[in-house]
């Protein structure tokens, strides 16, 4: 996920122009092109909200021919045959449709998804990239969502265009 300093991954009209946002951090490491194709090769499939979906299409569809799960209620179409509607409880899912078939699920948006794969504790590993902007309102990534989580640091990484990215592991048990 990414969200600004002060937690939002959408502004208050919705737009994520702000993700744009840019500065100078010297010390920080440089994101190559091959390092996101690197990152993007170990993903066998994503699952996304319905409004993150709409925004992708929106905005020229990242995903390529990975396989994509939207969790809605809507009912949506789709002409991409990587493309498959659920509507239903996460945990069956996850656990009966999605750990079967993929090694390497990232779910990349939405945060009412997210809060809710955090909730039935179904999320791994949690990894935000903070862009250097305050937005001031809109759709926080984190809004009450009820439950204590423990998580462990596994990496920090500051980038030259100032975006600090913390992977955390989910504590399972704690």
């Known amino acids: 996920m990414v969200s600004s300093l002060d937690g939002f991954i959408a502004g208050k009209d919705g737009s994520i122009d702000w993700m744009q946002a840019k500065d100078t951090y010297e010390k920080g490491i440089s994101l190559t092109e091959e390092d996101i194709a690197a990152f ?46 659920y509507s239903g409880d996460l945990d069956q899912l996850v656990q009966d449709y999605l750990k079967p078939k993929y090694r390497n699920i990232w779910m990349v948006g939405g945060a009412a998804l997210a809060k809710a794969f955090i909730q039935a504790k179904l999320a791994d590993e949690i990894v935000i990239s903070i862009m250097p902007v305050i937005v001031g309102g809109g759709t926080l990534f984190f809004d009450f969502i009820g439950i204590e989580q423990a998580l462990h640091l596994l990496d920090v990484k500051a980038y030259k265009d100032g975006m600090v990215e913390l992977s955390y592991a989910v504590r399972k048990g704690d």
């Not at 699952?47 to 021919?65: C, F, H, I, K, S």
């Open 40 to 85: 993007l090769d170990r993903i066998d499939c994503y699952v996304m909200g319905a409004r993150t979906y709409e925004q992708a299409l929106e905005l020229g569809w990242p995903y390529g021919d990975v396989p994509v799960v939207v969790v809605t209620r809507r009912n949506l179409k789709t002409d991409r045959t990587t493309v498959e509607f």
